[in-house]
């Protein structure tokens, strides 16, 4: 190991979270079905920013405000209250360019409070469909990086693992690495790298949404790398797209 390299954790749950150094470290959220790549497609398709939230209470009290988006999900359906849900194929141009997104999901807004709560003072949003963003962004910062799966109620699950691998297998170089969950999931990426989209049906996740509301083409777009290649960063409570 080199000292001179800043070090990689990956944290497979966010009930694990408070086991990680945050404070001045690069925390990335990743929540792959679907809040991460949702935050990715509207900012890449012009949104001004967005408002993570933790209540749909607080999504539409803030969106009403402000004349925003409410959107977000409870377990996986849109949430009660709500007009606009958490797919990232509804945030066309057309309907959020230069508009506010306030947005509340079950797992990935959570995390990212709780990633507050723990000192993060640099936060990013990470999804297939940014990966190559996220990953420069990491090499550039040359920081600590915490790698945080928003799972599933506190649960672990493989789409976030997945793409924990996906960016541990690029910036690996650069990092040094000494953590099993971190082996883990690039072990899990290097086996299904070619194939995330076929191997898809094999996550518990994916049922929920396909099997219940059919939402393959979502699952397509989260698992595509670098469909909507912006970097969003968390700055004064809001989300917005960092330039390198």
């Not at 009660?80 to 141009?93: M, T």
């Not at 976030?160 to 297998?169: Q, R």
């Not at 219940?212 to 960063?233: M, W």
Request: with cysteine; net charge negative; proline share 4%.
């Amino acid at each position: 190991m080199q000292p001179n390299k800043p070090t990689l954790h990956t944290c497979f749950s966010p009930s694990l979270l408070h086991l990680y150094d945050l404070t001045d470290a690069v925390v990335v959220i990743i929540d792959v079905f679907r809040a991460t790549s949702t935050i990715a497609a509207a900012l890449y398709n012009g949104a001004k920013h967005i408002i993570p939230v933790d209540s749909v209470a607080k999504a539409i009290e803030i969106s009403k405000r402000i004349d925003g988006v409410a959107a977000g999900e409870r377990d996986g359906k849109l949430a009660e209250g709500l007009q606009h849900g958490n797919s990232p194929l509804e945030y066309h141009k057309d309907f959020i360019e230069n508009k506010t997104l306030v947005l509340t999901t079950t797992n990935g807004t959570k995390l990212l409070q709780m990633a507050l709560d723990n000192n993060a003072k640099t936060i990013i949003t990470g999804s297939f469909p940014n990966l190559t963003a996220v990953c420069n962004f990491l090499i550039t910062q040359n920081k600590n990086v915490v790698l945080g799966c928003a799972g599933w109620k506190d649960r672990f699950n493989l789409e976030d693992t997945l793409f924990a691998g996906a960016v541990i297998n690029k910036v690996k170089e650069q990092f040094i690495i000494h953590c099993d969950s971190s082996l883990t999931a690039e072990l899990l990426y290097e086996q299904h790298k070619n194939s995330l989209v076929d191997f898809a049906p094999n996550l518990t996740h994916y049922h929920r949404l396909v099997e219940r509301f059919g939402l393959i083409e979502d699952i397509k777009f989260c698992l595509t790398p670098d469909g909507a290649n912006v970097l969003p960063l968390y700055e004064d409570g809001k989300l917005v797209s960092f330039s390198l």
